[in-house]
């Protein structure tokens, strides 16, 4: 309330007429809001978030590693051959995923020069992914082709999605998803661009129902 009393409720309250929660209708405060032991905010529409996202830059590299190259300035980023460049990472799933919905991992990219027409980039993407104390999941692969529309800019950012889902159907807050990223030959008509692509960075789009978890360990 605009006099800084507190609403105490034991009744539910399905219905709230207003669309907007105001805390300066007499000067501005903060707006303070307390569950009960254990308890959380809960959005009864998901609403969509990453899970921290791994930069290549900063993964692991593979035992045929991608190539340093200038990106913009005194910026560096990996350019990806199309033959056995790779590198891995992992992932935790942080305790605002909604449990048992599906993951969407995607990679950021970018162009490496321009072209005189249409070209392919294809990624793949490998993973397993594990709860605590349970074991890993087999490897499950997933790609994308995608094409690089004639006269697209030189060093374009790319968001692009894998074609396969991460099953989350079973999974819980907490779990690790690890990964080996690689650049594989595209299916396209005209071929590869005359330049590698960039790879920037792996992200899993998710789905979240609450702020947090009700405890540290369970949803």
Request: net charge negative; aromatic share 8%.
């Amino acid at each position: 309330m605009a006099d800084g009393s507190v609403i105490t409720t034991q009744v539910d309250c399905p219905l709230v007429l207003t669309q907007q929660v105001k805390t300066d209708t007499t000067a501005a405060t903060d707006l303070t809001i307390t569950t009960g032991s254990e308890k959380t905010i809960l959005l009864g529409t998901t609403v969509w978030d990453d899970l921290p996202p791994v930069p290549i830059i900063g993964a692991k590299l593979g035992a045929s590693a991608p190539t340093l190259a200038t990106f913009i300035g005194d910026i560096e980023q990996y350019t990806f051959d199309a033959t056995n460049d790779y590198v891995i990472g992992s992932t935790e799933i942080t305790h605002k995923w909604k449990e048992g919905t599906v993951i969407h991992p995607h990679i950021h990219w970018a162009t490496n020069g321009t072209n005189a027409n249409d070209r392919g980039v294809k990624w793949q993407l490998k993973w397993t992914v594990g709860d605590g104390n349970e074991v890993f999941s087999s490897q499950v692969t997933s790609v994308v082709d995608t094409t690089i529309p004639l006269a697209t800019a030189d060093r374009t950012h790319f968001i692009t999605d894998f074609d396969t889902l991460l099953n989350g159907a079973t999974l819980r807050i907490g779990a690790y998803i690890c990964w080996r990223l690689e650049r594989i030959a595209t299916a396209h008509a005209n071929g590869a661009p005359a330049n590698d692509p960039f790879a920037i960075a792996i992200g899993f789009h998710i789905e979240m129902d609450t702020i947090g978890s009700r405890t540290e360990t369970s949803k």
